[in-house]
């Protein structure tokens, strides 16, 4: 993540408008709109910054059969433009998308076949597939070694410990619902899941792959980030539109805040949180120092994911 001291613009994927749009962070203006692929849902960096890649799912929604999407569109972040499209051949459906910390490759989910992807970013081609042996892996979470990742299975009630490092199966762990979110803790003992249907935050134990916290949050948590040292949680709530601030020493909800009509996609850049409401075609700028409402960014239809640049 970039210096909050220098990140002046943040990128955002209208996942309805089949673009990415960029934008000043302090005043919200609009400064660039780039075509994508169609109904991007999920975006990363490249190590160095200088690329952003966009996972391009085809589909309004996961519930839907079609085979959707098959390519990442590759963003010139400083030049604002799609410089390339990596074609992902038989793989279909790319949502979640994260970069390796260890190689700098690139690990996302597809729905068909369900897997786990590894993408190389330098010869911009697939590397390797993994299967999940679950339904509609959403999101996931890639350790810091990259020998394990962890996959939020929208179709499956159920997140999987996929291992990358071909040392042993899937373990499908029930968590209920429909899980859509997921993050590790930064000691990587913990991996936090959201269930939609179900109004949990589910916690499960990486050495037992074991639940063993359950947080109920009303309002259908949809993204979660973790942050102060794994003290506190947050969560977009897309069915009631808003955040959810969790204590995860006390696993007590301490904060509601009001963000807009189906609150899903979260940016964290220092003191603020960036979070988007699809449904009002905004993004909404909050400093958590305060918790306080600091700007909000009119954008192009139904916009999700947020980066910094």
Avoid: C
């Amino acid at each position: 993540m970039a210096s909050a001291a220098l990140a002046q613009t943040v990128i955002i994927g209208h996942k309805w408008s089949d673009s990415a749009g960029w934008y000043d962070a302090k005043t919200g203006k609009q400064l660039a709109v780039v075509p994508v692929g169609v109904r991007p849902h999920e975006m990363v960096w490249s190590a160095d910054h200088k690329f952003a890649y966009v996972t391009n799912y085809g589909l309004n929604t996961w519930t839907q059969t079609e085979p959707g999407g098959n390519t990442i569109s590759v963003l010139d972040a400083a030049g604002r433009r799609e410089v390339a499209k990596i074609d992902l051949g038989e793989n279909h459906r790319p949502h979640g998308i994260e970069r390796g910390h260890r190689t700098g490759r690139l690990f996302l989910t597809v729905d068909l076949p369900a897997s786990v992807l590894i993408v190389d970013p330098v010869k911009r081609a697939v590397a390797g597939r993994v299967a999940v042996e679950q339904k509609a892996p959403h999101m996931l979470a890639v350790t810091r070694n990259e020998s394990r990742a962890y996959t939020a299975n929208a179709g499956s009630a159920s997140v999987s410990m996929v291992p990358l490092d071909g040392k042993g199966k899937p373990v499908a762990i029930d968590v209920g619902g429909v899980p859509m979110g997921v993050e590790l803790t930064s000691d990587e003992r913990m991996v936090w899941a959201t269930t939609r249907s179900g109004n949990q935050l589910v916690g499960i134990d990486t050495r037992t792959n074991q639940v063993v916290h359950r947080i109920d949050v009303k309002g259908e948590p949809a993204r979660l980030r973790i942050l102060r040292n794994d003290s506190l949680l947050l969560t977009s709530l897309i069915g009631s539109g808003e955040l959810a601030v969790i204590d995860l020493k006390t696993r007590k909800e301490i904060r509601r805040l009001p963000v807009g009509k189906a609150a899903e996609g979260m940016l964290v850049s220092g003191q603020y949180l960036y979070i988007s409401a699809q449904g009002d075609n905004k993004v909404v700028k909050f400093d958590m120092n305060t918790w306080t409402r600091v700007l909000e960014i009119p954008t192009a239809d139904r916009p999700d994911p947020i980066l910094e640049f």
